[in-house]
């Protein structure tokens, strides 16, 4: 027999936990529902924007709903597009850029309550991130690499 939830159903309204006119477009934090899973939507038009080297004490999910992005987690560099899942472990550095053309629309699923983040602005590796989007993406948008 199945164990009862203690969780009620809920529902959180888009108005409630998103917005519109910036990349950082929506943060539900778990606790708010009693759960431990907290949901960060990021969106930008912007080629080459996206969030910048960081760290979390617990794993997060990336998915991609629209667009595509490089990602940099730990020492890979991974390209990923709409449908595409991608694993950032506990304690790696990882971050992410639009590659265009277009947008990118991601629903991060950080496995935590709570968002917790530690920047590590200046430890990009110049090497592995899209530093002008020219010479990494075309007109057509198939990658120059």
């Not at 936990?17 to 929506?26: P, V, Y």
């Not at 899973?37 to 629209?66: A, K, N, S």
């Amino acid at each position: 027999m199945p164990i009862q939830s203690k969780v009620e159903p809920a529902k959180v309204s888009a108005r409630e936990w998103q917005s519109t006119g910036q990349a950082l477009r929506g943060l539900l934090e778990g606790k708010s529902l009693n759960t431990d899973i907290t949901l960060i939507r990021y969106v930008t038009d912007v080629v080459g924007e996206g969030p910048t080297l960081h760290v979390h004490p617990y794993d997060e999910i990336f998915t991609i709903t629209e667009g595509r992005a490089r990602f940099t987690v730990g020492d890979k560099i991974i390209d990923a597009e709409a449908g595409d899942v991608v694993l950032g472990p506990a304690n790696i550095p990882h971050g992410y850029q639009n590659l265009g053309p277009g947008k990118l629309d991601s629903l991060d699923i950080h496995l935590s309550p709570e968002w917790i983040q530690y920047n590590l602005a200046d430890g990009w590796d110049k090497s592995s991130i899209l530093i002008s989007a020219d010479s990494k993406v075309n007109p057509a948008g198939n990658s120059t690499d």
